[in-house]
């Protein structure tokens, strides 16, 4: 191929790209040169007959057709301003209404576990009244004497038990250091 | 025929307002005038009917979502092939991840057939232009079919696949090369 002019600009010409004075150039040129004349009606013919739409196309099933139709159609709709405050109103109002479902749901079973707790405590209450009185007795002063012994008992227990709780906190430095040498 | 062409355009960014407003007419007219384009790419670009069929949904309803994406001062047929080619360049990276040492070079070609010659019948002819199409290596194979089938202009292809435009155009002269080659070998000339 001696001219390659074609190579060039024959696809851009083809494609409407050149600016109007190269295409204008490049028309003339094409008038004149049997190369570029020959490759511009091949091409053109093969754009003609070959490549058309009728050639290269397809066409998709109509389940394809109406899936897309359907959903565009809708999807489009749905985002004007009059629907989006129809849907936000709609999923605000579900979000309500499980909130309330929830709420409702808590609420009763709190209540029901209250329920159960009560006749527990009206029972022990019940028991404690219908035991029946202890005859009294007469308090001796050996048993008074006893009962002394056994809380001035608990007492020092308490105290022991208590200074060796704090010793052992002593220990893990909770108390100052003074406090821990004397 | 650039008249024609900016006329289509108008009618096409009619409609497409109409449908941006909710009105169904909108859409359908874009969908019923360049659904065999966009799914004769498609089909030829994957080569599986299934496939090309769920990459148009998805072509579709992506245009629907990025819709207000839409640059005026593009053909409305350019901007859905554009999307169209970012649906298939999806499905390619998707099918190298699942199989990658499959070979399915052989079947991802689902529409090539190895026709015996018969009398050249409309038919025929475009079994056998699709099959030469389908022999093309994908990116010349892409060029060609956004080319021919979309009207997109070079400067366009080249954003569209991300090239430089003398590449875009390289691949477009390298495509009608093999597609001649392949057409004389089946007893197609060109003129």
New interface residues.
Partial sequence: MACNLW?EMG??YS???LNEQEGETFAAHIRQCSECT?EW???Q???EH??S?????????AT??A???R???E???R??HL?IISLFLKKSAISLALFLIGFTVVGYLVFRADLSEEPKTAAGTGKETETPAQPATPVTEAAMNKQHDILADSIQHDSVNFANRRGNIDLKGVYPVDLQNK | ??EL?QNNNEDDQGAFDL????D?KG??TL?EKY???V??FL??MTGN?EI??DL??ET??A??RN?DQFDRGRSFLSWLFGIAHKRTIDYFRHVKVESEHKEDAENAVGSRIDRPDKELSNKN??AI??DA?AELDPLQREVF?L???A?V???EIAVIMNCPINTA?GR??LA?KNI?KE?KKRG?D??
């Fill in positions: 190579e696809l851009l494609s409407g790209e020959y009606e091949t091409y013919h093969e754009r070959l490549f739409i009728d050639i290269l196309g397809d066409t998709p099933s394809c057709d899936e897309i139709l959903v565009c159609s999807g489009r709709q985002v004007t629907s | 025929m650039q062409m449908w941006l407003k909710g169904t859409f359908s969908y659904k065999n384009r799914f004769g089909i030829r009917r090309a069929e148009l949904q579709f309803f245009a629907l819709a002819i475009q232009v699709r199409v079919l080319r021919e089938m009207g202009p070079f400067k155009l477009m002269r009608l001649r057409l197609i060109g003129v």
